[in-house]
């Protein structure tokens, strides 16, 4: 995306991108526990396809051009302790998915940055049903103590800058979960980065 987007959720605004960081009416009233959110694309007809190919259509492909998008957005926030890492899914997910569509774009960019890649640094211990259909207030909920560091990876964190990924962001719960599990585990700061950002209509 190009153009003025919130500075929280990478939301599209109208206005002038020279504004300096502002923040959309949904981060204004929702406490994001990350500094800095991006999104390379708005969830539309294309991006959606796109989305749903990687996700459920063994379209692995998709994720080497992804990754250049989101560098594109996400660079200025790049430190040299970065370490990125996908938003987890719960093993059981993983098993009948065969792969973690959010850690092919982690891969992908973390490439792009040369940053370091850790595809475990966070576990998804509770079998949270899907987000879809859910209110956002229901969407939190159903995240709620979903998401912790992983044990052996607790060092990957302690006083570093974690840059989480995911392909889309809604309401924003799944990467709360992920970003407080990176706070608990002493992270210095979260940034967040999605392939693709929902815009509610109303």
């Known amino acids: 995306?190009?153009?003025?987007?919130?500075?929280?959720?990478?939301?599209p605004l109208?206005?002038?991108?020279?504004?300096?960081?502002?923040?959309?009416?949904?981060?204004?009233?929702?406490a994001r526990p990350w500094s800095h959110g991006r999104a390379a694309l708005v969830y539309g007809d294309v991006a959606r396809q796109m989305v749903l190919?990687?996700?459920?259509?063994?379209?692995?492909?998709?994720?080497?051009?992804?990754g250049r998008w989101l560098a594109n957005a996400v660079t200025p926030l790049i430190r040299v302790d970065t370490v990125v890492a996908p938003v987890p899914l719960h093993r059981w997910r993983l098993f009948r998915r065969r792969?973690?569509?959010?850690?092919?774009?982690?891969?992908?960019?973390?490439?792009?940055?040369?940053?370091l890649h850790c595809p475990d640094l966070l576990m998804r211990h509770k079998m949270t049903t899907s987000q879809n259909g859910r209110t956002r207030a229901g969407?939190?909920?159903?995240?709620?103590?979903?998401?912790?560091?992983?044990?052996?990876?607790r060092s990957l964190i302690e006083g570093r800058h974690i840059l989480?990924?995911?392909?889309?962001?809604t309401s924003g719960a799944t990467l709360a979960a992920a970003a407080e599990a990176c706070f608990e585990a002493?992270?210095?700061?979260v940034d967040v980065v999605v392939m693709s950002r929902v815009i509610r209509d109303d």
């Open 186 to 189: 002493g992270a210095d700061d």
């Open 164 to 169: 989480l990924v995911d392909d889309v962001m």
């Open 53 to 66: 190919a990687l996700k459920h259509g063994d379209r692995h492909d998709i994720a080497t051009p992804a």
């Open 99 to 115: 792969y973690n569509q959010s850690a092919l774009l982690s891969s992908a960019l973390a490439r792009e940055l040369d940053r």
């Open 14 to 30: 109208l206005g002038n991108p020279d504004e300096g960081a502002i923040l959309c009416d949904d981060c204004l009233t929702i």
């Open 139 to 153: 969407r939190f909920d159903n995240m709620r103590n979903a998401i912790a560091a992983h044990p052996k990876r």
């Open 1 to 11: 995306m190009t153009g003025l987007a919130c500075d929280k959720c990478g939301a």
